[in-house]
């Protein structure tokens, strides 16, 4: 089983040796290299836990897809936590690290994390690094730890075939400093003790990782995975970043989901999402025979991570109903009832979700993206300038939505209507990813409208949220009724969500009024 670490830490630069010195160890572990850090506020001592030596393989595809994400990937042996590591990178000087047992072979956890990145390509070890590590303590008065202060001497060898040959060497030798923080503990303490470091000469390190240095220093640079970034000149140039942008996340929300992460299932579907909307609204610059395949499989990749999300907000939003209400409403087991609804269903639609990723179809659809965004079949469109050809598209996008926000109005309360808000609700969507796309060529008239289309968006959305709720809380209360408990506090919450859909269908009018500003069509109209 995989645990995960959060890793707050900075890295700093030393010379290997002396000049002039010889090949052997450091004297004293290096230490004597390390200024006296308890002229930090709040470390009372530095104390010595000896030399570690590591021996780790990092690991990437032969492209080097991993590295090009920043994500590092090693098997390590020797000191407490030898094993797999794979890194993500959360912030500057942050890290995520998953950590596996050793064992031969990468662990199925962590390769599962890296799929989406590599999905059919080859692992091969690319760096090898043997570091020996003098590691020492930063305490306060009280004895806590506050931070962990790491002198590595490293030895690096490349081992990616067929890279570097002739062409510079394949080792290199560094000494670098690894300051980091003890669990909880306070970031500043990493500024105090980075100032004492540079009144010392010692600077920050250029690298962000030893395997990014170690690629650097023992090869040319090599061909990264990802696009070189390009100059936005033609209506084309934006429609394909913004395709790229989302092409990116949903790879990288891969592993978030896997993770469990917060949000990440609903980040994931939004990028799908995004991605299928361009292709719709932009089909003057994209050729829609070649993107509509690709698009129909991002229909089914939301729809599948819909299960997954609608119930997330579901649970989210009849958890909140409850809690509201005195407990002298609340007759029966509800709360109970609803955290085993709440269980049962975020079993089932996790394996869902993750049957999802782990199969061929959805990795046949991230080789299909790749494949169109490295080879776009654009058209004539796609050459026009952006402040000609980008508006028009998000005008007829409104005026699609106009027509449905118009249609729905007309009808009476029920069944038809709901239906008819909800397309709706898809339509702001759409409306409001196409101004999203722009707004790098558009600046503000595009920032603008997408305002007021998510405004739009949000009371459809709360409407469509509360059609959703009133189906499951009447399934609770038949459930409840038929276990011999009161249905009594599900039928209260169903008339609050009545009351509440009726207030949003009364306040959708004014929101659409304000949308439809001429002003603001006809700022997109003069770009």
Not at 76 to 89: I, V, Y
Request: with cysteine; hydrophobic share 40%; proline share 5%.
């Amino acid at each position: 089983m995989a645990d995960t670490k959060r890793e707050i830490e900075r890295k700093y630069e030393l010379p290997v040796r002396p000049a002039g010195g010889d090949e052997g160890p450091l004297p004293d572990g290096g230490r004597a290299l390390l200024p006296d850090l308890t002229k930090v506020c709040a470390v009372s001592a530095v104390t010595a836990h000896g030399v570690t030596e590591l021996d780790a393989v990092y690991h990437d595809t032969s492209d080097l897809r991993l590295t090009a994400d920043s994500l590092t990937l090693r098997r390590r042996t020797g000191g407490a936590d030898e094993g797999w590591h794979l890194k993500f990178p959360v912030g500057d000087g942050v890290r995520d690290e998953i950590q596996a047992p050793l064992s031969d072979t990468l662990p199925d956890e962590l390769a599962a994390l890296v799929r989406s990145r590599v999905r059919g390509t080859r692992l091969t070890p690319v760096v090898r690094l043997r570091t020996s590590r003098a590691t020492s303590l930063l305490v306060d008065k009280a004895g806590r730890t506050l931070a962990e202060v790491a002198l590595d001497t490293v030895h690096a060898e490349r081992l990616l075939a067929g890279a570097g040959s002739g062409a510079g060497a394949r080792t290199a030798d560094w000494t670098e400093i690894e300051v980091e923080l003890a669990e909880d503990g306070d970031p500043a303490l990493l500024d105090a003790v980075e100032k004492v470091l540079r009144k010392a000469g010692v600077r920050p390190a250029s690298a962000a990782s030893k395997l990014a240095r170690a690629l650097a220093e023992t090869a040319p640079p090599t061909k990264s995975h990802k696009a070189a970034k390009r100059v936005l000149v033609t209506a084309g140039d934006h429609v394909l970043a913004y395709l790229r942008e989302q092409a990116d996340a949903i790879v990288s929300y891969d592993a978030a989901v896997r993770r469990d992460l917060p949000d990440s299932v609903h980040q994931l579907r939004v990028a799908t999402r995004r991605m299928r909307s361009a292709f719709r609204t932009y089909k003057k610059v994209l050729d829609r025979d070649a993107s509509r395949p690709i698009g129909a499989e991002l229909q089914w990749l939301a729809g599948e991570l819909g299960v997954d999300r609608d119930h997330e907000v579901l649970a989210e939003r009849l958890t909140e109903r409850v809690g509201a209400h005195d407990t002298t409403l609340l007759l029966g087991p509800v709360h109970a009832r609803l955290r085993i609804w709440d269980a049962e269903g975020r079993t089932d639609a996790r394996a869902g979700t993750l049957a999802v990723l782990d199969s061929a179809r959805y990795l046949r659809l991230l080789d299909s993206m790749e494949a169109l965004l490295a080879d776009p079949p654009l058209l004539d469109g796609a050459d026009r300038k952006p402040a000609k050809a980008l508006p028009r598209a998000i005008v007829k996008d409104y005026e699609r939505l106009a027509g449905r926000v118009e249609y729905a109005l007309t009808l009476a309360p029920g069944e038809e209507r709901d239906l008819a808000l909800h397309d709706a609700r898809k339509a702001a969507k759409r409306a409001r990813y196409a101004a999203d796309a722009a707004v790098p060529a558009l600046g503000k008239p595009a920032k603008r409208f997408s305002k007021r289309m998510k405004a739009v968006q949000s009371v459809l959305g709360d409407h469509q949220d509360s059609v959703v709720a009133r189906d499951a809380l009447r399934d609770l209360a038949i459930k409840a009724h038929a276990a011999g408990e009161s249905a009594f506090t599900w039928g209260l919450l169903y008339g609050e969500e009545e009351a509440r859909a009726a207030d949003r269908e009364r306040e959708l009018p004014r929101v659409w009024r304000k949308s439809a500003d001429p002003k603001l069509r006809t700022a997109l109209g003069r770009l």
